[in-house]
């Protein structure tokens, strides 16, 4: 069975750093696209970040230049390095792999993870 489990959240002040995990297991190829999405309480599960097997990142307006998705193959992990942390990027971030090509939309995604809450304070 497939899965991802994020890893990596917990509660820091503005202006501060994270570093968010992903690792996927029982899959005997990778994922071709790895992206991390996030949500908050009566809010839409939002884009954050989206990285292909190959070729560039693409970020969300809100977090680029703060926010950097990378991989590592070897380990079958996916990171979200968050810096200069903001209030509102508080939520729940999530995983999530496709074996397509990049996509921004969550309902190209396959197989999610439970999530990681982020809390931002002043």
């Known amino acids: 069975q497939v899965q991802l489990v994020e890893s990596g959240g917990g509660l820091v002040q503005a202006g501060d750093s994270l570093r968010l995990s992903c690792v996927y297991s029982?899959?005997?190829?990778?994922?071709?696209?790895m992206a991390w999405f996030r949500q908050g309480p009566g809010k839409e599960r939002e884009f954050v970040a989206v990285l292909p097997e190959s070729g560039a990142a693409t970020y969300a307006p809100s977090v680029k230049g703060r926010f950097i998705i990378s991989r590592d193959f070897a380990e079958n992990t996916v990171y979200l390095q968050m810096n200069s942390l903001k209030i509102q990027d508080t939520d729940v971030y999530y995983c999530a792999a496709r074996n397509g090509r990049l996509a921004l939309t969550q309902d190209l995604y396959e197989v999610w993870g439970r999530g990681t809450q982020v809390t931002v304070s002043s």
């Open positions: 029982g899959r005997e190829f990778r994922f071709r696209t």
